[in-house]
C-alpha cells in the first residue's frame, strides 16, 4: 500500500513570494491534516480535513495562508507571501474515520515538503 | 490545554546499550498516548501506543507503559542498536476528535 505522498521535496524561495505544497492521503483515508514542524520541534496542526470541509483551521494563519481539498482526496497548502518565519518542514498526515474505534487514531505521516524562505 | 513534555537530547548510547526517553503529559479525561520516531530525510512513523491507563505498547524492542498516576508514557528499549538513530516524538490524541499533541523530539544517537 502507497504511504502519504508530498511534493516538492524541497523548496527554496524568496520572502514575498507564493509557494505551495501538495498531498495525495493514502487511498481511503477520510482525514487530512497539515502540519508544520519548526526546527527541534514537534509538528503543530494547521488545519484538519474531513474529506472535502476543513473542520479544524484554528491555527491556520489565514491572512497568508489558504488551504483546499477538492472531491476529498488530494490537498494543497498555499502561503502567499512567504515570510522568512514560514521556514519550516510541512507535513501532512491522513488517518480512516476518528469518530470510530479507537484503532483509528492513527495519523500517518508523509515526507514532509522542507521550505526554506531567504 | 493539553501538553507533553520530554526529556532533551541528544541522546547518545553505545550499541547495545539500554534506553530510556522520559515522556510526561498534561491532559484533561483520558488521552491516548503514542511514540512517533523519524529517521533522517523520513515522515513519522508511529512506533507504538497505548489507549489506556496501564496498557503496555510495544514494537520493534520499544516499549512503553501509561502510568496515569504519573502522567507518564516513558519509552524504554533493552539493547539499542545504530539503526534506531533517529528522533523520538512522544505525542497524545485527547478530545472529540484527533488532535495530536506533540513533544520537541528527542534525538537518539547508537554508536558501534
Known amino acids: 500500500e502507497a504511504g502519504v505522498v508530498q511534493s516538492p521535496r524541497y523548496k527554496i524561495i524568496e520572502k514575498k513570494q507564493p509557494v505551495a505544497f501538495w498531498c495525495n492521503p493514502i487511498s481511503g483515508h477520510n482525514t487530512l491534516y497539515w502540519y508544520r514542524q519548526n526546527l527541534g520541534q514537534g509538528p503543530e496542526l494547521l488545519i484538519r480535513y474531513e474529506n472535502e470541509e476543513a473542520v479544524d483551521d484554528s491555527q491556520l494563519p489565514k491572512d497568508r495562508f489558504s488551504a483546499e481539498r477538492l472531491k476529498g482526496v488530494d490537498s494543497t497548502l498555499k502561503i502567499q507571501p512567504a515570510e522568512l518565519g514560514d521556514s519550516a518542514v510541512y507535513l501532512c498526515?491522513?488517518?480512516?474515520?476518528?469518530?470510530?474505534?479507537?484503532?483509528?487514531?492513527?495519523?500517518?505521516f508523509g515526507p514532509g515538503t522542507r521550505l526554506l524562505v531567504l | 490545554g493539553n501538553s507533553v513534555t520530554q526529556m532533551e537530547g541528544p541522546v547518545t548510547l553505545s550499541e547495545e546499550a539500554f534506553l530510556t526517553i522520559n515522556c510526561t503529559y498534561t491532559a484533561t479525561g483520558y488521552p491516548s498516548l503514542f511514540w512517533y520516531v523519524q529517521y533522517p530525510g523520513e515522515g513519522l512513523q508511529l512506533l507504538l501506543k497505548?489507549?489506556?491507563?496501564?496498557d503496555k505498547g510495544s514494537n520493534k524492542g520499544f516499549e512503553a507503559t501509561y502510568r496515569k498516576e504519573t502522567t507518564s508514557f516513558h519509552l524504554e528499549k533493552g539493547s539499542v542498536q545504530v539503526s534506531d538513530s533517529a528522533v523520538y516524538f512522544c505525542a497524545l490524541s485527547g478530545g472529540g476528535y484527533q488532535k495530536v499533541t506533540f513533544g520537541t523530539g528527542t534525538k537518539l544517537q547508537v554508536i558501534p
Open positions: 498526515a491522513s488517518s480512516t474515520d476518528p469518530t470510530g474505534s479507537l484503532e483509528m487514531e492513527t495519523q500517518y
Open positions: 497505548a489507549t489506556k491507563a496501564d
